[in-house]
Structure formats: structure tokens, C-alpha cells
């Protein structure tokens, strides 16, 4: 049979590995691969997502309870799930606004059947992939006149994999988090942090009534790899972490390795 292939530099069709995608079901934590997913038409959305959420609320819970052993092993569960692999499948693919761009290897996966094959694919072989570097583009920054802001483009299965890793380690550091913090979380925005700003300076006899407006110049481009890393700690999938952090950036067909910052 003639399939799309996944994993190699360029699309291409070809013959499938037995070993690759073909192999006997895994068996993880939602049980048999052939129980819970047969095709992508067929998932049971509803289950995959409380099954993710599920997990996500115990990750949270231990968290905030400090027990870091319990924490890193539901991780791991968390990181072999089958139902975390299609939910975060199906975020790159179908729900981010950006699932029609391709990365570096000119890839994008929009078909049910590609779909499928690709959930395989990282279920089964996700220990031995290696993080490939990002493909810069740029787009108009808001407000700033002619200046752009410069973006990187991961392949898919990067995508795919940084969604399974957020769900691992995002719960962790939720519970960690100050209360009145709102960049860059789950449900919270710039509308909740206006809400909070304005609820001070409007209360009774409010103390403080002016508010610093500030912006880290370039804060991405900056970030310390290293002390990133070290607060990660033990973090189950931290070697693939370093490697999203070192795979380096291409633009306009040159390659630069990146030694610090992050890509948007």
C-alpha cells in the first residue's frame, strides 16, 4: 500500500515499513490502540479529552501539593498516552491557525487518513525522533509601522510533540504560578488582567492608582537556554525540550544554529 511518508526530509509516497507504522497495536494507558482507535473518523473526541483533562487535573493536584515524585510519574503517563497523542494531533492539525503552513520539510497533514497515520507514527516512534530546526518567516507587527515580527515554523511532528509536552508540563507549573499572572496561560488573557486593573484602581480608597506599561526589548531572542532547562528540572521530556531549543532556525534556505533565545 501507497501511503504519504512522515519521516523523512521531503513528501514523498511510499511503501510503509512494517516496523514503522504497521506494527501490533501499543498497548498504553487508554488500553489497546485498536480499542480506542481504529481510524480518525471513528475517535471517540468526547473520551480522549476528558481522558486528557483527566490527567492534566492530577498533574495540577500533585503540584500543588509538592509531591514531585507523583508529579513525574503521571508525566510519563501523560507523555505515553494514546489519548494525548490525537488530542494534540488534532490541535496541529486541525485546530491551530497555522495547520496549512508547513515547516522545513514542506509537510502539512490535512487529510483524516494522514491524520491517522501520523497519530501512529508518533504513538509508536516518538523516543527515537529528533527535533528538526524551524522555518523563519516574518509578519507585519501590530502598531509598529513597516516592522515585522519574526516567526518560526516547526515541522508538524514537532508540533505535534510540543502540544504533548505542554500537557505534561503545563499543569506542573499552573499549580506554581502566581494568581495574578495572565500571560501566555490556559483561559486566562489581557481581558482578565484588564478586569483586575480596573477592579483596583476602582475600589474603595483604592492604594494604588497608576500602572507601568513596560516591554523586554527582544525578550525572546534572549532567553538563557541553560537556566531554561535547569528549571525544568527532571521534567520527563526535557531532552526533547533541549532539542526543540538547539535545532536551529532556517531562513531563506541558509541554516543558523540558535545558542540562545526561543522562536516565537
Not at 229 to 237: E, I, K, M, S
Request: charged residues 25%.
Amino acid at each position: 500500500m501507497s501511503r504519504v511518508s512522515l519521516w523523512g526530509g521531503t513528501m514523498a509516497t511510499a511503501a510503509a515499513p512494517m516496523d514503522k507504522l504497521d506494527a501490533p497495536a501499543v498497548a498504553g494507558v487508554n488500553g489497546p490502540e485498536g480499542d480506542f482507535f481504529a481510524d480518525w473518523d471513528s475517535i471517540d473526541w468526547d473520551r480522549a479529552q476528558k481522558n486528557v483533562r483527566r490527567l492534566r487535573q492530577r498533574i495540577f493536584t500533585a503540584s500543588r501539593d509538592g509531591d514531585l515524585a507523583k508529579v513525574r510519574n503521571l508525566q510519563k503517563l501523560m507523555l505515553r498516552s494514546l489519548s494525548n497523542t490525537l488530542v494534540s494531533v488534532r490541535r496541529a492539525t486541525e485546530i491551530n491557525a497555522g495547520r496549512k503552513t508547513a515547516g522545513v520539510d514542506g509537510q502539512v497533514v490535512l487529510t483524516a487518513p494522514g491524520k491517522a497515520e501520523l497519530t501512529r507514527f508518533i504513538q509508536q516512534r516518538a523516543s527515537s525522533w529528533r527535533a528538526r530546526p524551524v522555518r523563519r518567516v516574518f509578519i507585519p507587527k501590530n502598531g509598529a509601522g513597516r516592522k515585522r515580527r519574526p516567526l518560526g515554523i516547526p515541522v508538524i511532528i514537532d508540533r505535534c510533540h510540543q502540544a504533548r509536552a505542554a500537557n505534561a508540563l503545563e499543569p506542573e507549573w499552573e499549580a506554581r504560578f502566581e494568581a495574578r499572572s495572565y500571560g501566555f496561560r490556559p483561559g486566562r488573557g489581557c481581558h482578565d488582567a484588564i478586569g483586575v486593573i480596573y477592579n483596583t484602581l476602582n475600589g474603595k480608597n483604592p492604594q494604588r492608582v497608576w500602572i507601568l506599561d513596560a516591554d523586554l526589548a527582544a525578550a525572546f531572542d534572549r532567553i538563557d537556554h541553560d537556566h531554561l532547562l535547569a528549571q525544568l528540572g527532571t521534567f520527563p521530556a526535557r531532552d526533547m525540550v533541549r532539542q526543540w531549543l538547539k535545532a536551529g532556525v532556517v531562513e531563506r534556505g541558509r541554516f543558523t544554529p540558535t545558542e540562545e533565545g526561543t522562536p516565537q
